[in-house]
């Protein structure tokens, strides 16, 4: 080990210092003053290794990935230093893994390195301090298409519509009750034996509208038959239905 | 830093070049004062302006006093001919878009016709912003109570949307797939 | 407006002091094609930034490339003196740099495979040092598990340090070589 006795002890003390395991791994190899590429990788973990044990002979709370970057160090280590020639391949190619990682570390710190170089604006050099604005912007065209205008169209309509459907439509149907009151009120005024028909309100325009209101009279009808308000005959299926009262019946019986 | 190669005008041209460093990266007008403070004492830095200005006479950038101090600015000659300008086209707010669109399908149209079938009311500066873009005119009155404006799509409408003219705007009856939705009279219960 | 004096570079005086004028203005690196489009045509404006840019040698204010542009900068030897007076942002930390050279490398580039690279985990302070500065910039994502946002470098960044292009960094091949003094913090004896 090329380290001298002294660097293990200052390095424990400045972990806080590396921006993680790797970090320190680059920092042990090129104490070894070699080219990356020719690092002693078996020289590197014991370092390593020892770094991490002096740290945690102080400091129990080392960060995770410390400890595994030190537990897969001891893992390359024992592979390094195996007689079985398959497991040592492994271990050559992980080792070689991990002198690339470390070049290519290496080679971005460099880079920054260079960067920071530079002659860095408002550091080393200065753009101008007030630049002029020349530009002027002109807003007063307009952005048209069709295709917005059709949505807006689309849009506006839908609103509307919705708007519509939601107020209630009004009820145009005749009610059973409506019926009922209606045939109440009309039958001590007619004639024996009168159509069903008859008793059907004023003014329904649509088919849907007089059959509705056949239906609602002819429950009623039933309705008020069975109170023996009034009496309804029908001669045959399907033929008229006939209203009476029954003052008629009494006149009739009688 | 400061060597002392004299230029022109008898000043050492170190002293010339930290002025011009000085007036270009300063975002505010420069003082004399202020540039004092980085020459060596008993350097008059008044004259060094002058010197600086005298230098960029005539060129595209100038040294001008302003506020007290000395700014670089460009020559007023060359101004327009920099100054670009940057159209940015603006669009109609959704409201008069929708009375654009509505105007264009049911013209001549009243204003209250408009306001019941986009079923709100239409402002004024709505009116106006159409107007003054020239994609609307009034059109003849309706002969009916009050004998309200009839309002139409005018040529510069077709020419915006880059229309031959309104019958090549989509059929209404292709815009509506559900007929339910955007049905004119009042709703009609369902038949039996 | 465009006399037909000509310097002693042989190009018209008026171009010249056009040119001046358009870069001066300008807060952004300016591309020759934007000052052809001011000159007349068939002017090589490439011709005339390399008058400007010689007429400007030596002087207290150069014209340097920049982001596929050219601009005005202050001459690097008179730093020390100007920031004196001018206010000057703080440097970046080292992680900051480390994880910026990664990002211009590597570019477009993942958080996580920056953070492979470093063998370390990218804090949210680097992060918001980078992009504050507008430094960087995401690009998209990368189309693989979970989609993560790629990192890029931004024009700002070619400003910031001085370069033409991403071309124009040093070869990855080239940085191997040991930087001269590193001045990381893990102080490293000068022969341990």
């Known amino acids: 080990m090329s380290t001298s006795d002294a660097a293990p002890q200052s390095l424990v003390l400045q972990l806080d210092g590396f921006e993680g395991p790797l970090d320190l791994l680059l920092d042990l190899a090129r104490r070894q003053k070699v080219d990356l590429a020719r690092i002693s990788i078996l020289d590197l973990v014991e370092q390593f290794l020892a770094v991490i044990e002096g740290a945690r002979q102080i400091r129990l709370e080392l960060a995770a990935d410390w400890l595994v970057m030190a537990a897969w160090l001891a893992w390359l280590k024992s592979r390094l230093l195996l007689p079985d020639a398959a497991e040592a391949e492994a271990g050559e190619e992980a080792a070689e893994a991990l002198a690339a990682r470390l070049g290519a570390l290496q080679a971005m710190r460099a880079a ?24 002027e912007i002109d807003r007063s065209r307009l952005l048209l298409d069709l295709p917005g205008l059709i949505r807006a169209y689309l849009a506006a309509r839908r609103r509307a519509a919705a708007g519509r459907r939601y107020r209630p439509p009004p009820l145009t149907l005749w009610s059973v009750k409506e019926a009922l009151s209606r045939l109440g009120s009309l039958l001590g005024s007619l004639p024996d034996w009168t159509s069903l028909e008859r008793f059907l309100p004023a003014g329904l325009a649509s088919p849907l509208e007089q059959r509705a209101a056949l239906a609602s009279t002819l ?32 006149r009739e019986g009688g | 830093m400061m060597d002392d190669d004299s230029g022109a005008d008898g000043l050492p041209e170190a002293h010339l070049r930290l002025a011009e460093a000085l007036v270009f990266a300063s975002a505010a007008p420069v003082q004399a004062r202020a540039l004092a403070q980085l020459l060596p004492e008993d350097t008059d830095a008044d004259a060094v302006l002058a010197a600086l200005r005298a230098r960029y006479a005539g060129r595209g950038v100038e040294l001008v006093e302003i506020a007290g101090g000395v700014q670089f600015r460009t020559a007023p000659d060359l101004a327009p001919l920099l100054r670009r300008v940057i159209a940015i086209p603006r669009r109609l707010p959704r409201a008069a878009m929708e009375t654009l669109a509505i105007i264009a399908y049911h013209q001549p149209v009243t204003r209250p016709e408009i306001e019941e079938i986009r079923g709100a009311a239409l402002s004024q500066a709505t009116l106006d912003a159409l107007l003054e873009a020239a994609l609307i005119a009034p059109k003849g009155r309706k002969e009916s109570p009050g004998r309200p404006t009839l309002w139409a799509t005018t040529p510069a409408f077709l020419a915006q949307f880059g229309l031959p003219g309104l019958r090549d705007l989509p059929r209404r009856e292709d815009l509506f797939v559900e007929p339910a939705a955007p049905a004119d009279p009042p709703a009609e219960a369902p038949d039996a």
């Open chain 1, 219 to 250: 429950v009623a009808g039933l309705e008020l038959a069975r109170g023996g308000t009034l009496r309804l005959r029908q001669e045959a299926p399907f033929g008229p239905i006939l209203v009476a009262s029954p003052a008629g019946r009494a």
């Open chain 1, 112 to 135: 920054a390195a260079w960067l920071g170089g530079r002659p860095l604006l408002g550091h080393d050099v200065f753009a101008r301090g007030a630049p002029e604005e020349l530009s």
